[in-house]
């Protein structure tokens, strides 16, 4: 269900700016290696089964209608649907360093993007533009 129907944002959500379907603003926060340390970067990468644990527990979480994670050694980053952006990204943040073993971990290195900025973000990843290495051959 969609905000629009009162599904898992509920029936009153605020409005927002920006790109939205159905009430719902792409959003996300991660790390990387220009924002984290490596040894950050490390103890917050998973491999699948952590991921699809994690992925699991967070698209249970109120407000949250779509998740996704991208995790590499140099970067993990969630994206989501909310019609509730900031508390969503909040709840995602706060579950990622639970469920890493890391809860007092600052989420100083953590960056957020909203709207366009997060998309253009998650494409600039998906054409090899945002990588830490060097242009492969």
Same mark, same amino acid.
């Given at each position: 269900? /969609? ?14 700016? /920006?790109? #939205?379907?159905?009430? *719902? ?13 490596? #040894?950050?970067? #490390?103890? *917050? @990468?998973? %491999? ?14 109120? $407000? ?15 994206? *989501? =649907? ?6 969503? *990204? %909040? =709840? @995602? ?7 890493? $073993?890391?809860? $007092? ?14 998309? @253009? ?8 533009? %945002? ?7």
């Amino acid at each position: 269900h /969609g905000a629009a129907e009162g599904g898992r944002c509920g029936p009153h959500c605020p409005a927002r700016t /920006g790109i #939205e379907v159905a009430g *719902l603003e792409i959003a996300l926060v991660g790390i990387n290696h220009r924002t984290a340390p490596v #040894e950050v970067r #490390e103890r *917050l @990468a998973m %491999d699948a089964a952590a991921a699809d644990a994690y992925l699991r527990a967070v698209h249970r979480l109120n $407000g949250i209608a779509e998740v996704m994670l991208i995790s590499t050694c140099n970067r993990t980053e969630i994206y *989501l =649907a909310s019609c509730s952006p900031d508390l969503a *990204l %909040d =709840a @995602a943040a706060a579950h990622l360093l639970r469920s890493r $073993g890391v809860e $007092g971990m600052s989420q100083g290195a953590f960056y957020r993007r909203r709207g366009g900025d997060a998309i @253009a973000s998650l494409f600039r990843i998906a054409c090899g533009a %945002d990588r830490c290495c060097g242009s492969r051959r």
